[in-house]
């Protein structure tokens, strides 16, 4: 079972992009949790605001074919299933940092996400394909790097109308990534469009996660202005998320499964959507 999550491969990524990076959510008590904890440990990201909580880790199930990853199942932990309230003290601690990333699937909610616009620090938010239109329009005023999954999204007429659309509710960078067909970027001004760098194909979990990091952190810390500053940052990221496709899992150390493969199907105490039985061999828990 590989660690992984969008909020734990994010900091573990801005460290390997050669940031300070630090997690800032909820561990579960159980081996799961402890093994979550000591990956990003092991990696330096730094934990002093996290909680413990009692219960089940999240996971989920997942297919690997040639290098692609396909998701078929999710039991959602403790969590997951506990919303994130940021008090003084958490603020005080994040107001130390350059950059916030998070996504759809934090338990992030948007009175959260302004209290940190209220810091000044800019906000990267990944909303995967996980977004509808009134979605973008609550979310968006509070975003200052916007990420989106635009494989479904039509050619890159419709995909341009899109991001334009997004950034007129609010965000300063508009970014539409399209697996290995590359990105498109918007800022406002003009398009730019990215292609996927040359990659040894092991495993693709993560591969947008990584782009959406290191473009971030590229980006943050770039001195450059205006076109440079974005094409830089997209060639980063590109790179950086090739070679995060060159690993097992999102970030590497796995934790042996010694249980029933069928036992992760049971949700006698978890919610499961897209319940797979098939080829039980081929799958891998993350």
Known sequence: MYPGGNQL????????AGADSAYLGYFSDDVRGKHLKWVLEKNGVDLARCKVLHGQCSYAMT????????????????????P???????????????LVISDCYSNLDVTEIQKIN???????YDFS??????????????????????????????????LRRIHSYGPKIVVGTRGAEGQIVFDGEQFYVGKAAPATVVDTMGAGDSFTCSFSVAYTDSKKIGSERVREAMDFGAKFAAKICGINGSVGDGLTYEGNLEDLYSDEDGYVYKPYKKSLGDVQAK
């Not at 209220?118 to 990267?124: R, V």
């Open 9 to 16: 491969n994010t900091a573990i990524y801005a460290k390997w």
């Open 63 to 82: 297919t690997l074919v040639d290098g692609n990853r396909t998701f078929h199942g999710t039991r959602k932990g403790v969590n997951a299933m506990t």
């Open 84 to 98: 994130i309230v940021l008090d003084q003290e958490d603020l005080a601690y994040i107001k130390g940092f350059d």
């Open 118 to 124: 209220d810091l000044g620090i800019p906000f990267a």
């Open 129 to 162: 394909e996980e977004f509808t239109e009134d979605i973008l329009k609550e979310y968006c005023p509070h975003v200052d790097y916007c990420f989106l999954s635009c494989n479904q999204q039509g050619g890159e007429e419709q995909i341009h109308a899109l």
